[in-house]
């Protein structure tokens, strides 16, 4: 008679689980390019954005902006493989410092245990994928941006009319910018037509 298996504690789950979905997802990848290509893996992409952007914008908890939402989201995703990664507000947004990236690590270690990967390197695939979904989730004229960092990476969602953030030059708040002529503020100048302020 075969002995039950004896139950798995929670860190045994975790490493489970990490395994059957990087499994499945070096399988899709690995069928998409075999099949179409790296025009394929671009269409791929597009698709896998659009279907999360939507899903983002059904769970968006009520209050948080899109762009909260996406950057908490990454963070977490980034946290469930142990990056070392931290959030850090800014005037113009956000920047998740994502110092040793899990993800990364644990693709290194499974290269040493002789798996065959379908990318050298992750990175550009993650970068792509998720710009794509800040693209078609966060706010309108905020940009989301990635940068390598080491064996880590930062992620900006930076926005040019954040709280805080410098006045675009020309503003009439910009410092040294100069009123627009027929501006009530012009010494010497004439009210537009129409104007309030006009004769």
């Given at each position: 008679?075969t002995a ?5 504690d929670p860190a ?5 689980w990490?395994q ?16 179409h ?7 791929w992409i ?22 909260d939402?996406?950057?908490t ?25 994502n110092?040793?990236?899990?993800i ?5 270690r499974a290269?040493?245990a002789g798996?065959?990967l379908?990318f ?8 792509e ?7 078609r989730?966060v706010?309108p004229?905020v940009?989301v941006?990635?940068?390598?960092a ?13 709280p805080?953030?410098p ?6 708040h910009?410092?040294?910018s100069?009123p627009a ?5 012009v ?7 129409g104007?309030p302020?006009?004769?």
């Open positions: 008679m039950e298996p004896s139950p798995l045994e789950k975790v490493d489970l990490r059957r979905f990087f499994e499945a997802q070096a399988a899709a990848e690995e069928f998409i390019l075999g099949e290509g790296e025009e394929g893996l671009a269409a597009q698709a896998n954005s659009r279907i999360t952007a939507e899903l983002l914008r059904a769970q968006r908890p009520a209050g948080v902006s899109a762009t939402h996406f950057m989201r990454l963070q977490s995703q980034l946290l469930l493989y142990d990056s070392a990664v931290t959030s850090e507000p800014q005037p113009s947004g956000t920047v998740l410092r110092a040793d990236c899990g990364l690590r644990y693709r290194k290269a040493r798996v065959v379908t050298s390197s992750p990175c550009s695939y993650c970068q994928l998720n710009t794509a979904i800040a693209a989730y706010e004229g940009t941006s990635c940068e390598q080491g064996d880590g990476c930062d992620w900006r969602a930076e926005s040019p009319h954040a805080g953030s006045p675009a030059p020309g503003s009439p910009a410092p040294g100069s002529p027929g501006s009530p503020h010494p010497g100048s004439s009210p537009a037509p104007s302020h006009a004769p």
